[in-house]
């Protein structure tokens, strides 16, 4: 091979050794992107797995979250005879939380006394407003006056992981971590296939470099 095609030959590898490189570092970038993905992907998992709910427990044990109903409005202001706990539901203005305005209003009672909320009786908007802060159930003493009461402080209040819930959100953590770990076997098979490329192509550059040193050694000899 001439000086002049050697010399062509090995700018033609060096342009390739320079494109394998970026492909390389692109891999290598996207790697580093899908690693924090994962990482999301886990910390969404384990706020998943830590999301708790509002289940009314009767027997005030808390031991399972199987077969206890949520905590609900309903519940909660419902009537004893019926199964209720005969509270009420305030904000944190002290107003009384209701579904709709009472026909006819109780004596000494005025619309300034009370808050409507019709999606008071949906469970997840309920607990949300209890746990958020924003409501409050409250309980008449055996002298006719309300006073607030903790969610702590009650023991048929049991806070606990629904299990299907729980399940649901580890079905769909793994199913997205499989699908993660295989583009990333994906990336480590192209950047070992681009590494095998590299480590070839610079063996024949290095083999060129030496014939391109030996024809410019021979070349100054003979005009030497």
Do not use: C
């Given at each position: 091979?001439?000086?002049?095609?050697?010399?062509?030959?090995?700018?033609?590898?060096?342009?390739?050794?320079?494109?394998?490189?970026?492909?390389?570092?692109?891999?290598?970038?996207?790697?580093?992107?899908?690693?924090?993905?994962?990482?999301?992907?886990?910390?969404?998992?384990?706020?998943?797995?830590?999301?708790?709910?509002?289940?009314?427990?009767?027997?005030?044990?808390?031991?399972?979250?199987?077969?206890?109903?949520?905590?609900?409005?309903?519940?909660?202001?419902?009537?004893?005879?019926?199964?209720?706990?005969?509270?009420?539901?305030?904000d944190s203005y002290g107003r009384?939380?209701?579904?709709?305005?009472?026909?006819?209003?109780?004596?000494?009672?005025?619309?300034?006394?009370?808050?409507?909320?019709?999606?008071?009786?949906?469970?997840?908007?309920?607990?949300?407003n209890l746990k958020t802060g924003?409501?409050?159930?409250?309980?008449?003493?055996?002298?006719?006056?309300?006073?607030?009461?903790?969610?702590?402080?009650?023991?048929?209040?049991?806070?606990?992981?629904?299990?299907?819930?729980?399940?649901?959100?580890?079905?769909?953590?793994?199913?997205?971590?499989?699908?993660?770990?295989?583009?990333?076997?994906?990336?480590?098979?192209?950047?070992?296939?681009?590494?095998?490329?590299?480590?070839?192509?610079?063996?024949?550059?290095?083999?060129?470099?030496?014939?391109?040193?030996?024809?410019?050694?021979?070349?100054?000899?003979?005009?030497?």
């Amino acid at each position: 091979m001439g000086l002049s095609a050697s010399q062509a030959r090995y700018l033609s590898l060096t342009a390739r050794k320079n494109n394998v490189e970026y492909q390389v570092q692109q891999l290598t970038q996207q790697k580093l992107l899908l690693a924090n993905q994962m990482d999301s992907e886990a910390a969404l998992w384990s706020d998943g797995m830590n999301i708790q709910h509002l289940y009314y427990d009767p027997e005030g044990t808390g031991s399972s979250t199987t077969d206890l109903q949520r905590l609900s409005y309903q519940i909660v202001t419902g009537s004893q005879a019926e199964g209720g706990l005969g509270m009420r539901v305030a904000d944190s203005y002290g107003r009384i939380v209701v579904t709709e305005l009472p026909e006819p209003m109780p004596e000494g009672m005025t619309v300034e006394n009370y808050v409507v909320e019709p999606y008071a009786t949906q469970a997840d908007y309920f607990e949300q407003n209890l746990k958020t802060g924003n409501w409050f159930m409250q309980q008449i003493d055996d002298a006719g006056e309300w006073h607030d009461q903790s969610l702590e402080g009650l023991s048929f209040v049991y806070r606990g992981v629904d299990k299907e819930d729980f399940a649901a959100a580890n079905a769909e953590y793994e199913r997205k971590m499989e699908s993660l770990e295989r583009i990333d076997k994906k990336f480590d098979l192209q950047i070992q296939q681009l590494a095998t490329e590299q480590s070839a192509l610079e063996t024949e550059m290095d083999s060129i470099k030496k014939v391109i040193d030996k024809n410019i050694e021979e070349t100054f000899k003979t005009f030497g």
